[in-house]
């Protein structure tokens, strides 16, 4: 079973920063679209920013300009930058992994909590 294995969650202060990475197999990222996605309690999964296999992305409108995706081929990771933390970003955050062909790919979750 391929595993996405995230870290970098945590508690962290309005207006702060956390940075969540995401390791994949090789086999799966270097065909893989990869994404981050969010669920905070009581509310729908929802895609926070998307890194094609070429490096376009796209992201939520809520957090443009605060959060940023990038992917390292060599290492096949997915690291997802967030400054200027706020209350709303509160969630569970999820890796996603899109393969050009086969399943849809998501790791554990990782909590990130904002809190003063």
């Known amino acids: 079973q391929v595993q996405l294995v995230e870290s970098g969650g945590g508690l962290v202060q309005p207006g702060g920063s956390l940075r969540l990475s995401c390791a994949a197999p090789r086999t799966i990222f270097s065909i893989s679209h990869m994404g981050w996605y969010r669920q905070a309690p009581g509310k729908q999964r929802e895609l926070v920013a998307r890194?094609?296999?070429?490096?376009?992305?796209n992201y939520a409108d809520s957090v443009k300009g605060r959060f940023t995706i990038s992917r390292d081929n060599a290492k096949n990771t997915v690291t997802l930058q967030m400054n200027s933390l706020k209350p709303e970003d509160t969630a569970v955050y999820y890796c996603?992994?899109?393969?050009?062909?086969?399943?849809?790919?998501w790791g554990q979750g990782t909590q990130v909590t904002v809190s003063s």
């Open positions: 996603n992994a899109d393969p050009a062909y086969g399943n849809s790919v």
């Open positions: 890194i094609t296999r070429g490096g376009s992305t």
